[in-house]
């Protein structure tokens, strides 16, 4: 399987993360409208085609804050706000909402990356942006056909998402990265969570997720004081599980986990975030007494007999969802 060999190079020669805008491209209008086109419309590779994520025909209207690639079973979701080093205002937030929901809703995507476009990953809210949603006293999540990106608010992804990010990574960019089943930094990553420095507070999920993920003390060492942090230190405390020397390197890694992801069984896959986010969300004790009735329900899908022949006769498993 091609991972994009030329996508990687383009990253690495321009020494950021395709800081213009790529001709591959999810666009999203005010509206909401978004579309994806696979590859670059200029040289377009062998084989590449237009998918629908199930979602409407739309304009490819720039600036695209939200930008989506598909890759045969899997589908990368970039931040693209590069010149104001990725802040997420609430278009960019409504936009990665709906990627996501389309993405959970697409039977034929099993895993997803989510990435951030030049110099940095994210560094957290646009407050200027926000200003006027505060005023207003709206939720910052209020589509019907959305993910809340944060899972802080509704039902969250049921499927795997892998989350890849360098540079500044502070603040709502450091818990849009704690949501990710699956961690991967650049060597170069500067983590954050400094709201209390601005007289605010991780407002994000970052007081229950960072807690859970790294340990009381860890995380309130640098959420009380504000210092920030490097990858090392992020793959000591476990909130994240493989560093990478270059952003290319990290986004490939990424890639490779989810194609890994995306050979599984999907139905197994559902079943086992399920089953662990019962356990985190709800009680180990209520996670334990479903864990029977999951696992026999899997015993009778088209996917566990296909698992059961393809390991018999020595050849690669072929799921279909059912």
């Not at 209020?142 to 892998?162: F, H, M, N, Y």
Request: glycine share 10%; hydrophobic share 40%; charged share 25%.
């Amino acid at each position: 399987m091609k991972i994009g060999l030329a996508f990687t190079r383009r990253i690495v020669r321009r020494r950021t993360l395709l800081k213009a805008t790529p001709a591959l491209a999810l666009a999203v209008s005010s509206a909401g409208l978004i579309r994806t086109v696979i590859g670059d419309d200029r040289n377009p590779p062998a084989g590449a085609e237009t998918e629908e994520l199930r979602m409407a025909d739309a304009p490819r209207t720039p600036p695209t804050k939200v930008t989506v690639e598909r890759r045969e079973q899997i589908v990368l979701i970039g931040i693209n706000r590069p010149e104001v080093h990725n802040r997420v205002d609430p278009e960019t937030y409504s936009g990665l909402g709906k990627a996501f929901y389309r993405y959970d809703r697409d039977p034929t995507l099993r895993a997803a990356v989510l990435w951030g476009h030049g110099d940095s990953f994210s560094r957290g809210i646009d407050v200027d942006a926000y200003q006027a949603l505060a005023a207003s006293g709206r939720s910052l999540m209020s589509e019907p056909e959305a993910i809340d990106p944060l899972a802080t608010r509704g039902a969250g992804l049921s499927k795997p998402l892998v989350v890849v990010v360098h540079g500044d990574t502070w603040n709502m960019g450091h818990e849009l990265h704690l949501v990710a089943d699956i961690r991967i930094a650049a060597a170069n990553t500067r983590f954050g969570q400094d709201e209390n420095t601005h007289g605010r507070f991780p407002g994000g999920g970052a007081t229950v997720r960072f807690v859970r993920e790294a340990g009381w003390a860890n995380a309130m060492r640098y959420m009380l004081t504000g210092d920030h942090w490097g990858a090392e230190e992020a793959l000591r405390m476990g909130i994240v599980q493989k560093v990478a020397l270059t952003p290319a390197e990290a986004l490939q890694a990424g890639i490779e986990i989810a194609q890994r992801i995306a050979a599984c069984g999907p139905l197994g896959i559902r079943a086992t975030l399920a089953s662990a986010h019962l356990a985190l969300n709800s009680s180990q004790a209520e996670a334990f007494a479903n864990l029977d009735a999951q696992y026999r329900a899997l015993y009778a899908t088209e996917d566990f007999k296909e698992g059961r022949r393809s390991e018999a006769e020595g050849r690669t498993p072929v799921y279909h969802g059912r």
